[in-house]
């Protein structure tokens, strides 16, 4: 069972345009979301990650909106450059009171940015 | 600050041979350690994961073991490889349950 869905599998931007890819989870344990970014042929590099206690977290060009209600959180790219070009994971965890930090990841986003 | 290496960076081995991936962490004690699978194009796929020396969780039954010598090392090990073993293998750390840190992974093809 996918504990964290993410949509959609692939986006096109053109540059300068939004863009915005969307994750929901079940697990009302889980307390941290961080996102990743993943150019080919390397590892995932933390990008952003946010708490439920907060609804936004923005950093620089990237924000993640959260609503805990919905059990939802999604991240936008602002201004999105052809360098951004990339794959998109967001991710969940129980982080407080856990040792281990066992991460559930979402399929991920391709994401292509048109000059 | 804390780094992880994980080497070789590509590999091309024949099927039925063994295998051995290293991963080291640096600057840090104690570190959960995880090996993940990556697909072409495809998600990751939780393999192993440790939270400390000579314990070793495994979440997908297959054809490849892990093992924890050290506080930082975790290396990934098979003694006959499958065509479907090739992949894009990732180690990570993390502490607690905040995020992990991926090293640049081992790309692994099997003729």
């Known amino acids: 069972q996918q504990q964290v869905k993410q949509s959609p599998q692939s986006l096109i931007v053109q540059k300068g345009g939004i863009s915005i890819i969307n994750c929901a989870y079940e697990n009302t344990a889980f307390d941290y979301f961080p996102w990743y970014q993943q150019f080919p042929g390397k590892g995932p590099a933390l990008l952003i990650a946010i708490r439920p206690d907060v609804s936004e977290k923005k950093e620089g060009r990237f924000t993640i909106s959260f609503n805990k209600s919905a059990k939802q959180f999604s991240l936008h790219i602002m201004d999105s450059q052809p360098g951004d070009s990339a794959t998109y994971f967001c991710?969940?965890?129980?982080?407080?009171?856990?040792?281990?930090?066992?991460?559930?990841f979402g399929r991920g986003t391709q994401l292509t940015v048109w000059p | 600050s804390q780094t992880i290496h994980q080497w070789p960076a590509t590999l091309v081995q024949p099927v039925g041979s063994p295998l051995s991936l290293e991963c080291t962490v640096e600057g840090t004690s104690n570190p959960n350690l995880y090996w993940y699978r990556q697909a072409a194009g495809r998600g990751l796929q939780l393999l192993f994961y440790s939270v400390g020396i000579g314990q070793i969780s495994s979440e997908v039954p297959q054809n490849l073991s892990a093992s924890r010598p050290q506080d930082r090392q975790f290396i990934l090990s098979s003694k006959k490889l499958l065509l479907s073993d090739s992949g894009f293998y990732l180690c990570?750390?993390?502490?607690?349950?905040?995020?992990?840190?991926f090293g640049d992974g081992t790309r692994l093809s099997i003729l």
């Open positions: 990570a750390w993390n502490i607690g349950g905040l995020a992990q840190h």
């Open positions: 991710a969940a965890s129980i982080d407080r009171g856990s040792t281990l930090g066992r991460l559930y």
